[in-house]
């Protein structure tokens, strides 16, 4: 296992959940709560969304192979699905493993942060259709304890830069602003379907050998 395709398993996971990207979905729908009820509803969402993204890593592999599906299959499914999540990005389309402010928008009660957190900050902010399929596609990439502790940490990594990025969401908007947000978002988006292409040329590549 090579330094670079740690880097990549990193890079991916990361520019999926996008950090940053969350900041302007998350503001709305965090106001009117309490700080208190704030901070609990960011941690809430980080404990399920690792919940249930672990369950997808260490399981989606077996399904798929329950299920006949090879590897390439997975990443040339992965690769369309994370290249059609960076053209939103790039277009600044609502994306597929978002969900919009007003979905939420009266959920504001002390109690209610354990619904917000599961959905739509656990689900589809964090542990969207993105992240699991990609999950799967690396897990699925190497046999070992090595691969699934090196796709863990990078879930986690970008889980806990999430969480970062939501607790200080207004301030990281006052400084960046909505126009600099989207810039960046729109070089990530970038970077994921160049990954995407390339996660799928190397399976096509792969598939040709074995002929």
Known sequence: MTTDYILTVFI???????PLGLIPVFIPIAEGFKKEDRKKLIF????????????????????????????NSIYIVG????FL???????????????????KEDARTEEDYKEVAVFPIAIPMLAG??????LIMFSS?????????VVFSA?????????????????????????GI?????????ILCSLAVQFIINAIVDIVRKI
């Open 129 to 134: 259709p993105g992240t699991i399929a990609t």
């Open 141 to 149: 990439k190497h046999e070992g304890i090595l691969n699934m502790v």
């Open 79 to 82: 690769g369309i699905l994370l």
């Open 85 to 103: 999540i960076g053209l939103d990005m790039i277009y600044a389309r609502p994306r597929r493993n978002k969900s919009s402010p007003e979905e």
């Open 44 to 71: 809430a969402s980080f404990l399920i969304a690792t919940l249930i993204a672990s369950i997808f890593l260490l399981l989606g592999k077996k399904l798929f192979g329950y299920l006949g599906i090879e590897f």
């Open 155 to 179: 879930m986690i990594t970008s889980f806990l830069i999430a969480v970062i990025a939501m607790l200080f969401s207004d301030r990281i908007l006052r400084i960046l602003g909505k126009t």
């Open 182 to 190: 989207n810039v960046l978002d729109r070089v990530i988006g970038l």
């Open 12 to 18: 991916t996971i990361f520019t999926v959940v996008d």
